[in-house]
C-alpha cells in the first residue's frame, strides 16, 4: 500500500465513447478514508469519470492509479480485484432473485469484507425484505441493496453514482446515515450527486467538473465561501 495515503489518483485522463472525446485531462485525488464529492449538471463528464477509472469506456489515456498500482492499461476485472466497488446509477438488480440472492451474488474482490448480518444491521430494511423478489423492493430499497451488495465484496474505495436520484427524503437521509457509517469504518467513497444538500455535509473535500474538466476543487471548511460559484456551475 502506498505510504502517503492516497487511494486513487487520476491525471490527465482523456476518454472516448467511439469517437466522442468526452474527458479532456481530468486531474484529482482522492486520499484513503475521505469522501469526495464529483459536483456539475448533466452532461458534465462526472460519471464519464467513475467509467474511466474502472476502464468501463470505448478508450482512455492518461493516469489512473489505484491504491499505487497504475491500472490504465488494466482491463476492467483486473481493477476491482484493487477493491473497487462501483454502484451505478441503474442499479442493476436481477428481478428473479431474492434481496439475499442478489446480495450473495458478486463475488469476493478482495478479503475483509462485510458479513451479511453486518449488512443487515446497516440496512434494516434489507433485512425486513430479505426473501422479497428484486422487482417488489421499493426504489429507495433497491438502492440500499446495490449499495450493499458491493460491501460484500471487500472493497475499500467505493464510487457511487446519483444514489439519491428520485427517492424519497427520508431514504437519502437513511443514505447518508450509512455513509456516515461507511466513512467511521475507513471506506473511501467518491459520491458522484446532483443532490447538493445530501452531499455537502458528508464530504471532506468536493470537485466541479464542466465539459469533461475539473473546473474548481475545494474543502469543506471552504464550502460556505464558495456558495456563490456552485451557485453559478450547478444554479444550486
Given at each position: 500500500m502506498p505510504e502517503n495515503g492516497e487511494m486513487l489518483r487520476v491525471a490527465d485522463l482523456h476518454a472516448w465513447y467511439g469517437e466522442s472525446h468526452v474527458l479532456h485531462g481530468v486531474n484529482l485525488?482522492?486520499?484513503?478514508?475521505?469522501?469526495?464529492?464529483?459536483?456539475?449538471?448533466?452532461?458534465?463528464?462526472?460519471?464519464?469519470?467513475?467509467?474511466?477509472?474502472?476502464?468501463?469506456?470505448?478508450?482512455?489515456?492518461?493516469?489512473?492509479?489505484?491504491?499505487?498500482?497504475?491500472?490504465?492499461?488494466?482491463?476492467?476485472?483486473?481493477?476491482?480485484?484493487?477493491?473497487?466497488?462501483?454502484?451505478?446509477?441503474?442499479?442493476?438488480?436481477?428481478?428473479?432473485?431474492?434481496?439475499?440472492?442478489?446480495?450473495?451474488?458478486?463475488?469476493?474482490?478482495?478479503?475483509?469484507?462485510?458479513?451479511?448480518?453486518?449488512?443487515?444491521?446497516?440496512?434494516?430494511?434489507?433485512?425486513?425484505?430479505?426473501?422479497?423478489?428484486?422487482?417488489?423492493?421499493?426504489?429507495?430499497?433497491?438502492?440500499?441493496?446495490?449499495?450493499?451488495?458491493?460491501?460484500?465484496?471487500?472493497?475499500?474505495?467505493?464510487?457511487?453514482?446519483?444514489?439519491?436520484?428520485?427517492?424519497?427524503?427520508?431514504?437519502?437521509?437513511?443514505?447518508?446515515?450509512?455513509?456516515?457509517?461507511?466513512?467511521?469504518?475507513?471506506?473511501?467513497?467518491?459520491?458522484?450527486?446532483?443532490?447538493?444538500?445530501?452531499?455537502?455535509p458528508l464530504a471532506d473535500r468536493h470537485y466541479v467538473m464542466e465539459h469533461g474538466r475539473i473546473a474548481q476543487s475545494f474543502t469543506a471548511a471552504e464550502l460556505e465561501s464558495k456558495m456563490d460559484?456552485?451557485?453559478?456551475?450547478?444554479?444550486?
Amino acid at each position: 500500500m502506498p505510504e502517503n495515503g492516497e487511494m486513487l489518483r487520476v491525471a490527465d485522463l482523456h476518454a472516448w465513447y467511439g469517437e466522442s472525446h468526452v474527458l479532456h485531462g481530468v486531474n484529482l485525488v482522492v486520499n484513503r478514508g475521505e469522501v469526495v464529492t464529483l459536483l456539475g449538471r448533466n452532461g458534465a463528464g462526472r460519471t464519464s469519470t467513475l467509467k474511466s477509472v474502472l476502464g468501463m469506456v470505448g478508450r482512455r489515456s492518461g493516469s489512473v492509479v489505484v491504491n499505487g498500482v497504475e491500472v490504465i492499461a488494466l482491463p476492467s476485472y483486473q481493477i476491482v480485484r484493487l477493491g473497487l466497488g462501483y454502484c451505478p446509477e441503474e442499479r442493476g438488480i436481477f428481478a428473479s432473485l431474492s434481496t439475499e440472492e442478489n446480495l450473495l451474488l458478486p463475488p469476493q474482490v478482495q478479503g475483509g469484507g462485510m458479513s451479511v448480518d453486518e449488512i443487515y444491521q446497516m440496512f434494516p430494511n434489507l433485512k425486513e425484505r430479505r426473501a422479497s423478489q428484486g422487482t417488489r423492493l421499493s426504489g429507495g430499497e433497491q438502492q440500499m441493496l446495490a449499495m450493499a451488495r458491493i460491501l460484500r465484496t471487500g472493497a475499500r474505495l467505493l464510487l457511487l453514482d446519483e444514489i439519491t436520484e428520485g427517492l424519497a427524503p427520508v431514504i437519502v437521509q437513511a443514505l447518508a446515515r450509512v455513509i456516515r457509517q461507511l466513512k467511521e469504518r475507513g471506506f473511501t467513497i467518491v459520491l458522484v450527486e446532483q443532490n447538493f444538500r445530501f452531499a455537502a455535509p458528508l464530504a471532506d473535500r468536493h470537485y466541479v467538473m464542466e465539459h469533461g474538466r475539473i473546473a474548481q476543487s475545494f474543502t469543506a471548511a471552504e464550502l460556505e465561501s464558495k456558495m456563490d460559484m456552485l451557485r453559478d456551475y450547478l444554479g444550486v
